[in-house]
């Protein structure tokens, strides 16, 4: 589990990240020979406290969910 440990540092998500891993954001994507920071599947609940994250990023996801 993931949390937000220094105050001063803002959380950045970048969901579905597959290959395309960003320097700064915790990378999150269900396959793991991707090797996310985090692998997780995006339809279940994530790791995160409510109002802790402060950015999200995704590209080509969305048409990837509820399939």
Do not use: W
Not at 4 to 11: C, E, M, P
Not at 41 to 66: A, Q, R
């Amino acid at each position: 589990m993931v949390k937000k440990n220094l105050k001063d540092r803002a959380i950045k998500l970048n969901l579905g990240c597959g290959y395309n891993k960003l320097e700064g954001y915790i990378n999150v994507d269900r396959d793991i020979h991707c090797a996310p920071d985090i692998v997780a599947n995006l339809e279940e609940p994530l790791p995160f406290d409510d109002n802790s994250v402060d950015e999200i990023t995704m590209i080509h996801v969305l048409e990837h969910l509820g399939q």
